[in-house]
C-alpha cells in the first residue's frame, strides 16, 4: 500500500503557495481538534471510573469536587479512588492495592470504606473510624450525605498533607 500526499495546483507561484498553507492549516486544525475531543473522553472516563451514583443525588459541583479529589489523589500520592452510591443494598468490588474506596448505602445506613494498605497504616484505624462515626453515618439521618461525602475527602487530604509535612521537617 502506497500513500500518495495530494499535489497542490495552482497557476503561479503564490497561489500554490496560499493553496499549500491552506491545507497544512486544515490538518492543524483537524489535529487539534482530535486532541481536543480525546482530552474530554478521557476526562468523562475519569469522572465516570471515580464516581457511581445510583441516586442520582450529587450535583454537578459536587461530582466535580470529587473528580478533583480524585485526580490530587492520584497526582501527588499515586492512589486511585472509587465512591459508589447505591439506593439500596451493596457488594464492595475488587480493588487493588491503590485504590482508596467509599461505599455509600444511605437508604439502608451502610457505609464501607476501604484504604489501600500504605494509607491505611498512614491515616490511622481511629482516624478511619472516625470518618464513618463522626461524619457519614451522622449525615444518613440528617439527609446532607453529600456534603458529608465532601468533608470526608476533605479531611483525608488534610490528615495526608499533615502526615506529608510531618516527614518532610523530620
Same mark, same amino acid.
Given at each position: &500500500?502506497?500513500?500518495?500526499?495530494?499535489?497542490?495546483?495552482?497557476?503561479?507561484?503564490?497561489? =500554490?503557495?496560499?493553496?499549500?498553507?491552506?491545507?497544512? #492549516?486544515?490538518?492543524?486544525?483537524?489535529?487539534?481538534?482530535? &486532541?481536543?475531543?480525546?482530552?474530554?473522553?478521557?476526562?468523562?472516563?475519569?469522572?465516570?471510573?471515580?464516581?457511581?451514583? !445510583?441516586?442520582?443525588?450529587?450535583?454537578?459541583?459536587?461530582?466535580?469536587?470529587?473528580?478533583? @479529589?480524585?485526580?490530587?489523589?492520584?497526582?501527588?500520592?499515586?492512589?486511585?479512588?472509587?465512591?459508589?452510591?447505591?439506593?439500596?443494598?451493596?457488594?464492595?468490588?475488587?480493588?487493588?492495592? =491503590?485504590?482508596?474506596?467509599?461505599?455509600?448505602?444511605?437508604?439502608?445506613?451502610?457505609? !464501607?470504606?476501604? @484504604?489501600?494498605?500504605?494509607?491505611?497504616? %498512614?491515616?490511622?484505624?481511629? @482516624?478511619?473510624? *472516625?470518618?464513618?462515626?463522626?461524619?457519614? #453515618?451522622?449525615? @444518613? =439521618?440528617?439527609?446532607?450525605?453529600?456534603? %458529608?461525602?465532601?468533608?470526608?475527602?476533605?479531611?483525608?487530604?488534610?490528615?495526608?498533607?499533615?502526615?506529608? =509535612?510531618?516527614?518532610? *521537617?523530620?
Amino acid at each position: &500500500m502506497r500513500i500518495t500526499i495530494p499535489r497542490v495546483h495552482g497557476s503561479t507561484p503564490r497561489e =500554490k503557495l496560499i493553496r499549500s498553507l491552506a491545507l497544512f #492549516l486544515v490538518f492543524a486544525v483537524v489535529i487539534w481538534a482530535f &486532541m481536543k475531543n480525546n482530552e474530554h473522553v478521557v476526562e468523562v472516563l475519569n469522572q465516570r471510573s471515580a464516581i457511581y451514583d !445510583e441516586t442520582r443525588t450529587l450535583t454537578k459541583d459536587q461530582k466535580n469536587m470529587i473528580v478533583s @479529589f480524585t485526580q490530587s489523589l492520584r497526582d501527588q500520592w499515586g492512589m486511585d479512588c472509587k465512591i459508589q452510591i447505591y439506593g439500596g443494598d451493596f457488594v464492595v468490588p475488587e480493588l487493588d492495592d =491503590k485504590t482508596m474506596y467509599m461505599g455509600l448505602a444511605p437508604a439502608i445506613d451502610v457505609v !464501607e470504606l476501604r @484504604f489501600p494498605p500504605l494509607m491505611r497504616t %498512614a491515616l490511622g484505624p481511629e @482516624f478511619i473510624d *472516625s470518618l464513618k462515626t463522626a461524619f457519614l #453515618l451522622p449525615s @444518613f =439521618k440528617e439527609g446532607d450525605w453529600p456534603m %458529608a461525602i465532601q468533608e470526608v475527602l476533605v479531611e483525608i487530604l488534610k490528615k495526608l498533607d499533615s502526615l506529608n =509535612k510531618e516527614n518532610k *521537617s523530620e
